[in-house]
């Protein structure tokens, strides 16, 4: 082969592969739908060490949903909880300016309305925060359950 067809063979290989890609994570990607598993009526939840949880089905307390299946499920004063199946992850946002009490309810309600143990919870991926206009000391603070290691 003369270095001339080297180099053309080289760019349309280089050309059909960026193609690929783009249409991978611009089309291919955002088409995957990211659906809850649900198990005899329970949501069925998957921890990082590849555990399933059975817990409340939350979909059926649905307050609020949000795009790619995820679900707001718990609102009060204090807090507010949503579920996102795509990565079978939590947010808990502390509502209430003395973080320490909200922090305390939302801990107690999150086991309560899934129906599941502490352990369980502590096994599960959960973002707990608080937002600036909220209270500025916690904001961009991860905060974790008081009950896990």
């Known amino acids: ?11 349309i290989i280089t050309i059909l592969l960026s193609i690929a890609i783009v249409w991978y994570f611009f089309f291919y990607q955002k088409s995957i739908e990211y659906k809850p598993t649900i198990v005899k ?35 009060t004063s204090s807090y507010e909880m949503s579920y996102y199946p795509k990565d079978d992850g939590f947010i808990i946002t502390l509502l ?12 107690q309600d999150f086991l309560k309305i899934l129906n599941i143990t502490a352990t369980d919870a502590c096994a599960l991926k959960v ?5 600036f206009s909220v209270n ?4 961009g603070k991860e905060l974790s359950f008081h009950y896990c290691p």
């Not at 209430?96 to 801990?107: C, F, G, K, L, Q």
């Not at 500025?136 to 904001?139: F, G, I, M, P, T």
């Open 1 to 11: 082969m003369n270095k001339t067809a080297v180099i053309i063979a080289g760019s």
């Open 41 to 75: 009526n329970q949501l069925s939840v998957t921890t990082a060490d590849k555990k399933n949880i059975l817990m409340t089905n939350i979909y059926g307390r649905a307050l609020v949903t949000y795009p790619e299946n995820g679900v707001g499920f718990a609102r």
């Open 96 to 107: 209430d300016p003395n973080v320490e009490s909200a922090r305390t309810i939302a801990e």
């Open 127 to 131: 973002s707990m925060g608080v937002p």
């Open 136 to 139: 500025e000391e916690y904001s």
